[in-house]
């Protein structure tokens, strides 16, 4: 993979803390659901500086689009956020991985579980799905700390309404006062409440802080879940 310069069409404020970019890279061979790309800054003294953003775009769509959260002591995000402007240039390498990936010839059922911005990968998963008329059965169950923080929310609401997908959040810090979804952390009681009979055979997909995904994936695997079934990525600090 070489690195190549992709252009900035626009910049999407997502949430308050959480911007997407969407770019135009001259040579895009494509992508599968849950890859990632490396960006790299690069310093007018030469140093460098490079961190990995999942793909928020489906491979069906027609722009390549990143979802930034910006992390306040970060060397990256900050100026992806609140410096980087359309026409501006930013030097990328990618498309990566192929663990984490969901195709429409994977099957379901299909449990999504995201804490915070590890939600961005399963959104290219949940647009695949719809783009390519999947008939898999797909709940999506999302962690955040508050609604204002929720990645795509009228989106989720519309997966709900116009496609029969099963979106469930569970707020941790605050919530509305007429919230009726679910309040604090994920819990056996509430995976219970959202998954398949392990007897089923769900494939899982898990994305979030490493003490997120590591909580989640070992309760359902203590529920009875096929471990080899349960695909899992995490981040943890990086300098942002």
Do not use: K
């Not at 690195?3 to 069409?9: D, E, T, Y």
């Not at 962690?143 to 997966?159: G, I, K, M």
């Not at 994920?186 to 392990?198: H, K, Q, R, Y």
């Amino acid at each position: 993979m070489n690195w190549q310069f992709a252009r900035v069409l626009e910049l999407v404020e997502e949430t308050p803390r959480c911007t997407s970019l969407i770019l135009e890279p001259p040579d895009w061979p494509g992508h599968r659901a849950g890859q990632h790309v490396d960006v790299r800054l690069t310093a007018e003294d030469g140093y460098q500086a490079q961190r990995s953003y999942s793909i928020a775009s489906g491979p069906e769509d027609a722009q390549l689009l990143l979802t930034i959260e910006r992390l306040d002591d970060g060397e990256v995000s900050p100026y992806l956020v609140d410096e980087l402007r359309p026409g501006d240039e930013l030097e990328l390498r990618g498309p990566v991985g192929g663990y984490f990936v969901w195709e429409r010839s994977s099957g379901g059922p299909l449990l999504l579980i995201a804490g915070g911005s590890g939600v961005v990968p399963l959104r290219a998963m949940l647009r695949h799905h719809v783009a390519t008329g999947s008939d898999a059965a797909v709940r999506l169950l999302y962690s955040a700390r508050s609604l204002d923080e929720v990645l795509y929310r009228h989106e989720l609401e519309s997966l709900m309404s116009d496609h029969g997908i099963g979106v469930h959040v569970a707020l941790t810090r605050a919530w509305p006062e007429d919230w009726g979804g679910h309040r604090g952390r994920i819990s056996p009681e509430l995976l219970g409440d959202v998954s398949w009979p392990p007897g089923e055979h769900p494939l899982i997909y898990i994305c979030g802080p490493t003490g997120f995904v590591e909580d989640v994936a070992g309760q359902l695997v203590d529920a009875g879940n096929d471990p080899a079934r349960i695909r899992t990525e995490r981040f943890g600090p990086s300098g942002g």
